[in-house]
């Protein structure tokens, strides 16, 4: 069943498309909707976002139920096969904290579809919980549509690097809150699924570092993007295992001018918001402005090391960026805000296109198909 086939049987599917457009859409509209009140017997109200919860189940059954994925159908299946112990685990370089999940549920239940459902669902909530947590100032739909459309999908193959990305999130959450020590805690587990999550310490520094200005954070940032396009051969001539591969990859001949059309949109709406809010709350746009930043720079870092070009789901936070924003202009004019969240969709199912487009192949994604044969 979870076999990698050929290259030439991952081929481009219109129909498969279409369902990745719909459950993007769905993303988009279901969390906004069914939100039930209970009441308890202490007159205490608790809100059950029902229409948030189905998007949710959605996501983790077309991810947990799926048969697709180069590297879930290759690396990551042999290692789940091999986890009945940490010892006999067959790739020693996996991360700790990704092999000691594989264990734990291969002695629970040796089943990789089940395995796959519950990183599902450790991928899916975390974001789901804060789009949660922060609705009183971001839109649900739009972080979750936002989420579907731009991570989602790439995490049907890259599911490690996604979960650790999930965890990565709450980063953001703890550095809002003024809690350092939890936000480090976090970028640590964050890096035990997946090392790239170390780069998380940037935007810590960046944050804590506060009598900087976002001219000396460019500044910064461009030295060391261009001591790193200096040292790319050597530093590429390094990997070694599992990485070797990437040695093969040639870097860019120029600048990644499609991050740039990518982060304008987001930038734009940030500096309009926040021109046109009275109430833009200042540690908010300052973490807003380091996350664009720290999103465009490991963009721009995946065409002079193409191995750091995933990392750029580090900055998942990204989406809240945008939601914010997005509440602060409909606050300020409903019809406004309405036309900037249909332009949003049609960002979000652009980003969608794009991505499917240049890599449905290489992730082999397509066409979708599920662990009971259903193919689209």
């Not at 940490?86 to 996996?94: G, K, P």
């Not at 972080?143 to 991570?151: D, E, H, K, P, V």
């Not at 406004?336 to 969709?345: A, C, H």
Request: hydrophobic residues 50%.
């Amino acid at each position: 069943m979870y076999n990698l086939q050929p290259d030439v049987n991952y081929v481009w599917s219109i129909q498969t498309c279409v369902l990745f457009t719909f459950v993007t859409i769905f993303s988009f509209i279901l969390p906004n909707f069914w939100k039930v009140k209970l009441v308890r017997k202490n007159k205490v109200v608790t809100v059950v976002p029902i229409g948030l919860i189905i998007d949710v189940i959605i996501l983790v059954c077309l991810k947990g139920f799926s048969n697709v994925g180069r590297d879930v159908l290759s690396g990551y299946h042999i290692g789940f096969e091999s986890a009945n112990s940490l010892s006999n685990y067959s790739d020693d370089s996996v991360e700790l904290g990704y092999r000691v999940l594989n264990v734990i549920v291969h002695n629970i239940w040796n089943n990789y579809t089940f395995f796959l459902v519950i990183v599902a669902i450790f991928t899916v909530t975390p974001v789901a919980y804060i789009a949660w947590k922060y609705r009183q100032n971001c839109p649900i739909g739009i972080i979750m549509g936002l989420y579907t459309a731009i991570y989602y999908f790439q995490g049907l193959s890259l599911v490690r690097i996604y979960l650790a990305a999930s965890i990565g999130l709450i980063v953001f959450d703890k550095l809002i809150q003024n809690k350092k020590s939890q936000a480090i805690i976090y970028i640590i587990v964050a890096s035990l699924f997946h090392k790239s999550m170390l780069i998380l310490f940037l935007p810590y520094i960046m944050y804590r570092v506060k009598k900087f200005s976002k001219g000396i954070y460019i500044s910064s940032l461009i030295a060391v993007f261009f001591i790193l396009y200096v040292l790319s051969d050597k530093i590429v001539s390094v990997f070694s295992g599992r990485y070797e591969v990437y040695k093969n990859i040639q870097q860019s001949a120029g600048l990644g001018f499609q991050q740039l059309i990518y982060i304008l949109p987001i930038v734009l709406l940030l500096v309009y918001a926040k021109k046109i809010s009275v109430n833009f709350n200042s540690n908010v746009y300052r973490m807003s402005w380091i996350v664009i930043i720290f999103s465009f720079f490991i963009g721009e870092l995946g065409y002079v090391i193409s191995i750091l070009g995933r990392a750029q789901v580090a900055s998942l936070s990204i989406i809240f960026v945008v939601a914010y924003s997005i509440d602060k202009i409909s606050k300020k004019s409903v019809v406004l805000g309405e036309v900037i969240k249909i332009l949003t969709i049609i960002y979000g199912l652009v980003r969608l296109y794009i991505y499917l487009a240049q890599y449905y192949n290489i992730d082999s994604i397509m066409p979708y198909s599920t662990v009971w044969g259903w193919i689209f």
